[in-house]
Structures are given as C-alpha cells and as structure tokens.
C-alpha cells in the first residue's frame, strides 16, 4: 500500500527530494501519487514531523 502525507506537513520538501521514484508533489501540503509510490518507506523517515504514513 502506498504511503500518504497527513495534514501536519508543513511542506518542507525533503520528502521530496528523498523519494527515489519521484512521486511526491509540492502544494499547501506535499501529496504522494499513490499509484508510482513503491512503499519504500525513505519519506516517512526524512520527514521531521512525520507527516507520511502507510495506508
Ligand atoms: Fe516515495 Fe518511498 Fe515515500 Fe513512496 S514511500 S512516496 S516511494 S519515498
Ligand atoms: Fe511535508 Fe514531511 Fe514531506 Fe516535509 S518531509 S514536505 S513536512 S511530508
């Protein structure tokens, strides 16, 4: 299941810059695209305010 940001993201980007297939979009928030996110997991780990969580 992919991951998806929570509404605390506070649009950082380093989310972003860490996801190694690039499926992450800047906005208000940061969305995850949910059919190119492979699960991995780095975004929830850079995250300072542990906005990504699995579904
Ligand atoms: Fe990208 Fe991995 Fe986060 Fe999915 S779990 S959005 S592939 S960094
Ligand atoms: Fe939002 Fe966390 Fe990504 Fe920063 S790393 S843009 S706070 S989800």
């Known amino acids: 299941m992919a991951y998806k940001i929570k509404d605390n ?3 950082c980007g380093a ?3 860490s ?5 992450i979009n800047s906005g208000d928030i940061y969305v ?3 059919e190119e996110c492979i699960d ?3 975004c929830k780990s850079v995250c ?3 906005a990504p969580e699995q579904q």
């Open 48 to 50: 300072p305010v542990d």
């Open 9 to 11: 993201c506070i649009a």
């Open 15 to 17: 989310c972003a810059e």
């Open 40 to 42: 991995c997991g780095t």
């Open 19 to 23: 996801c190694p297939v690039q499926c």
């Open 32 to 34: 995850i695209s949910p």
